[in-house]
Nanobody
Framework: VQLQASGGGLVQAGDSLRLSCAAS????????MAWFRQVPGKEREFLAA????????DYADSVKGRFTISRDNAKNTVYIQVNNLKPEDTATYYC??????????????????WGQGTLVTVSA
C-alpha cells in the first residue's frame, strides 16, 4: 500500500489542523493505521492508532484529549485531528500501515508502509 500524507503547515499555538493520509494500491481497511511524528535526531514517536474496523483507537498519553484519529475506509483515507497545538508539537508527521496484531500498534518497526511525512510547525 502507498500512503500520501498531507495537511501540515505553519500554525500558531492553540490552532488546529486535520492531517490526511490517503492510501492507494490496496484497501486501507486491511491495515491497522497509525500516526507517528519525528523531529531530527529523535526516534519516531507513536501518536495514535486505529483498528481495521475503526472502533478501536489508542493514543499516546502526550496527545490524549487533543488528537483524534479516524478512518474512512470508503475513501481509503485516515485522518488525525490535532487541536490546541503547542510549539512542542512541531515535527514531521507520518502515517503508517501495519498488518501485525493490535498489541504491537505503538512500535514503528511493525509498520511496513509509510507516507512521506507532512511537516507541522507551531509558532509560540
Amino acid at each position: 500500500v502507498q500512503l500520501q500524507a498531507s495537511g501540515g503547515g505553519l500554525v500558531q499555538a492553540g490552532d488546529s489542523l486535520r492531517l490526511s493520509c490517503a492510501a492507494s494500491g490496496r484497501a486501507v481497511r486491511n491495515y491497522i493505521m497509525a500516526w507517528f511524528r519525528q523531529v531530527p535526531g529523535k526516534e519516531r514517536e507513536f501518536l495514535a492508532a486505529v483498528g481495521r474496523g475503526g472502533s478501536a483507537t489508542d493514543y499516546a498519553d502526550s496527545v490524549k484529549g487533543r488528537f483524534t484519529i479516524s478512518r474512512d475506509n470508503a475513501k481509503n483515507t485516515v485522518y488525525i485531528q490535532v487541536n490546541n497545538l503547542k510549539p512542542e508539537d512541531t515535527a514531521t508527521y507520518y502515517c503508517g500501515a501495519s498488518t501485525v496484531v493490535w498489541s504491537s500498534r505503538g512500535d514503528p518497526l511493525q509498520y511496513r508502509s509509510w507516507g512521506q511525512g507532512t511537516l507541522v510547525t507551531v509558532s509560540a
